[in-house]
């Protein structure tokens, strides 16, 4: 094992394993990770994941299992629903999607009859893979069908490439969705439920809101609350809610019994109980006050590096940020510069972040003309406003100076520095 892992003595026997994990933990905790959908858990939540639950059948749900020796789990997941319904202010929890994808199915398989018709925003313009993508297996079951975001504005009175509700509601007056669905995978600026919720009931339609970016935010009181006014919300635990990697749903108690069904047997078999002990620890660390300073903080150090960045010559999509992260749009920096490009030569010198296609993106999304990069990583860490400056002109100097070995050897030594001052595990063992 390495010499930098926290992980202890019992990987020792699978010395391959015990190395990889080794160095992914040395690169987590060297490089500055700016993805906008990760995060670093805590070391209970960290200890949960890796604890005997993992060895536990129980299928059903807590007083209904299919299997015996479920008393200890079955306290386990109510623990965790209690905890997840406390901290929305929800009617019904399900801790059981293993993943976000997961449970939009689920919501989908609940609400839904194959064939009905889905309202979901447009994939380059900033929904998800499950909001209806061809590729999906959401698109082949239902019939979706989208809405994006207004055009891009140079008038500061006229807010552009925000989501078009004029937009949402002509497309739900003429296309008469069963449901609607708010919420993004690539959106930097606050989804309130209320106008699709308007929306929704103008058209006799359901609204699920699917928060797996805003979670933590939404936790932490940084974000509008959609629980009361959608009816079912699907979230993931691990990006701004901190927890293990998973997925969860809450929802009104009258759709309490079809999401439970959707989820098991109709999508999932066994429960990932420790995952599930873990989202019962991320739940109660975002219930503390301390959560609520963090999710401030993520927002407002969002704010300080789409400041920055614009200093720096990029330009934001739809101006700036009022959550946890920013989408450059990279052509007006460096026209000929791709957001693979950009994500390549930054990963090799310690910035890690993920290309993303813009709204109306010309080139393809494996090649995009974005980046989209969040903070609520490095907010974790411990960086504040100063140190996403420093980022910000990390980056520029990066993409500008990018077939330059010596500034390049420049910037990797800057982010070591910055990386060494914002251990992400300062109690553990072995980290730096
Ligand atoms: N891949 C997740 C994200 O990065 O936002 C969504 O599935």
């Known amino acids: 094992m390495s010499a930098g892992s926290p992980f202890g003595a019992w990987l020792e026997s699978d010395p391959e394993v015990a190395r990889l994990i080794g160095e992914e933990y040395e690169r987590q905790v ?5 993805i906008a959908s990760e995060n670093f858990t805590s070391p209970a939540v960290l200890a949960a994941t890796g604890s005997v639950l993992t060895n536990k059948y129980s299928e059903g749900y807590p007083g209904a299992r299919y299997y015996g020796g479920n008393r200890v789990i079955d306290e386990v997941e109510d623990l965790a629903r209690d905890r997840a319904k406390s901290l929305f202010g929800a009617e019904h929890a399900n801790v059981q999607p293993h993943s976000g994808a997961n449970a939009n199915l689920a ?11 889905v309202l979901a925003m447009r994939l380059d313009h900033g929904g998800h893979l499950t909001h209806g993508s061809p590729a999906s297996i959401t698109s082949k079951i239902w019939r979706f069908v989208d809405y994006g975001v207004t055009p891009a504005s140079d008038d500061p009175d006229v807010p552009g490439e925000v989501i078009d509700f004029d937009q949402v509601r002509d497309r ?4 008469q969705p069963k449901l609607i669905v708010a ?114 903080s993520v927002v407002a150090n969002a704010k300080a590096f789409a400041t920055a960045l614009q200093v720096e010559g990029f330009r934001l999509v739809s101006g700036g940020t009022d959550n946890h992260l920013v989408l450059v749009d990279l052509r007006p920096f460096d026209a000929k ?70 500034a390049l050897s420049a910037v990797s030594e ?13 109690g553990l063992v072995g980290s730096t």
Do not use: W
């Not at 060297?30 to 700016?34: A, C, D, K, M, Y």
């Not at 739900?172 to 296309?175: F, L, P």
């Not at 919300?233 to 929802?251: D, E, M, N």
């Not at 800057?414 to 300062?426: G, I, K, N, Q, S």
């Open 172 to 175: 739900a007056k003429s296309e």
């Open 183 to 296: 919420g993004s995978t690539a959106y930097s600026r606050t989804i309130d439920a209320e106008p699709f919720r308007q929306i929704a009931d103008e058209v006799g339609a359901l609204l699920m809101f699917d928060a797996a970016h805003p979670a933590g935010l939404i936790a932490g009181g940084a974000h509008p609350n959609p629980v009361e006014i959608a009816d079912v919300v699907t979230f993931t635990t691990h990006k701004t809610l901190r927890g293990p990697r998973g997925g969860a749903i809450v929802c009104k108690a009258e759709y309490a019994k079809k999401i439970d069904s959707a989820i098991f047997p109709g999508l999932q078999g066994g429960p990932l109980e420790h995952v599930i002990a873990a989202k019962a620890i991320a739940f109660e660390e975002a219930a503390r006050p301390e959560f609520r300073a963090y999710a401030a």
């Open 337 to 406: 510069l791709t957001g693979k490009v950009a994500q390549e030569v930054l990963d090799r010198n310690g910035i890690t972040c993920n290309r993303n296609t813009i709204p109306d993106d010309p080139r393809s999304p494996f090649v995009t003309s974005g980046l989209r990069l969040g903070t609520a990583a490095e907010t974790t860490a411990g960086m504040r406003e100063g140190e996403m400056a420093t980022i910000a002109q990390l980056i520029g100097r990066t993409l500008r100076h990018r077939d330059d070995a010596k």
């Open 107 to 117: 919501a989908y398989q609940a609400l839904l009859e194959p064939g009905d018709t």
């Open 414 to 426: 800057e982010v070591a520095e910055l990386c060494a001052a914002f251990p992400p595990y300062p």
């Open 30 to 34: 060297t490089t500055i990770q700016l």
